[in-house]
Structure formats: C-alpha cells, structure tokens
C-alpha cells in the first residue's frame, strides 16, 4: 500500500520592518533577548559575567586606540537586508554624519563584527559567520569565552555562497591563541597603524 506524504508546513517569514512593528506593539518588550535571521525570530543567549567582561575590555581597547577614526556599538541591530538584523556583540563601522542616528548601519559600513561566544559557537560559527559572509562583511572574529581563542575569518568569497554548503563564506580564515596578538587590516589608529592586542592581557588567565 502506498504511503501518502503529508504537506510539509510552510515557514512564515517575517522581514525587519515587522519585526521592529512588533517591537512598537509590545509583542516584543525590551526584555526578550532576540534578533532575525533570515526571516526568523532568534532567542539570544543570556549574558553572563564573563561574556559582558569580553566585551567591555575589547570595545574598550579599540576605543582607545582607534579613536575618532572608528565607531565602535555593542549588542546593537546591524541591517544587513530586509530579512536579516542580528545584534553583533561588537560592531566596529566607520564614521558617518549622523552617528547613525537616522539609520542603523548596513553591511557596507562595517569594517569588522566580533562575536563572544560562552553557550553560542556552533550557531555563531555555523549560522552567523556565514551570514556575515554573504553579505560581504569584510571581516569576523569569533571569542571563545571558554578558552579565550579567536576565530579570524577574512576576505568573504562569491558573495558568501560557500557559507550555504556548510563552510564559513570566508577564504581566509584563522585561530589566534589568547597570548597572540591579533588585529584587522581595516582598524587602524591616529598614525595609520593596525589595532592590534592580545586578549590574554586584556583578561586574567582562564582558571
């Protein structure tokens, strides 16, 4: 006897500008800890003590040394088309005008993304990465809280393509220890030079 197929259930997707009217309605208050992936509503990891340090000290250090060239946003929406606004950990973008007042920044004006991963690597690694990568952000690095490595990842390829077959969408891509000095070619400070910094004296050691 033949087996009949049941319909797959179709997914609705929703783009940014639904989600921000649910977010004017209430739907969504300031305590739900989401962003939209590809059409999709995405809870958020909690921020734990060690994840919040990561992030302050690295905001903190290219604040410092990057200065005026550079404007730096932590946990803020970054559109990058009508179906995708994650909210990066650290958004380095270059300066504009406005502040960013009148818009949030896209991808063209991001010069690097950095993500802290202490309960979310597989999905930063395998879903944010390679989104990044197909919308051209020049370069990503992911914190492992745990160990204090750093994934670098550079140069996206064809538009990210590679990213939707299960690699990263980068040609380049590196592991930093946290005694390493790492840096990304598009921050530099007031004399020209790259911001570059080892985490592992950012931090105390990994207990």
């Known amino acids: ?6 319909p797959v259930p179709s997914r609705h997707l929703i783009s940014v500008d639904a989600f921000h009217r649910m977010g004017e309605a209430g739907i969504l208050g300031p305590e739900d800890r989401v962003e939209l992936i590809e059409g999709q509503i995405i809870d958020m ?6 994840h919040a ?4 000290v690295v905001a903190r250090h290219f604040g410092r040394r990057a200065g005026e060239s550079v404007f730096i946003r932590c946990q803020n929406p970054l559109r990058l088309d009508d179906v995708s606004e994650p909210e ?30 202490e309960t979310s690597l597989a999905y930063d690694l395998g879903t944010k990465v390679p989104l990044y ?9 992911v914190i492992d809280a745990a160990t204090r490595r750093i994934r670098v990842f550079r140069r996206p390829v ?16 590196a592991s930093v220890e946290p005694h390493e000095a790492v840096a990304c070619a598009g921050v530099v400070d007031d004399a020209g030079s790259r911001v570059a910094f080892e985490l592992a004296r950012l931090l105390p050691p990994v207990a």
């Open 158 to 173: 064809g538009g990210g393509e590679a990213g939707r077959s299960g690699g990263s969408g980068y040609a380049e891509e």
């Open 88 to 117: 990066p950990d650290i958004s380095i973008l270059r300066p504009r005008a406005d502040f960013y007042t009148t818009s949030h920044p896209g991808a063209a004006d991001v010069l690097l993304v950095i993500e802290v991963a």
């Open 45 to 50: 990891s909690p921020i734990g003590a060690l």
């Open 133 to 141: 990568a197909r919308h051209g952000i020049p370069e990503v690095w």
């Open 53 to 56: 340090a990561i992030v302050d």
């Open 1 to 6: 006897m033949a087996t009949i197929p049941f």
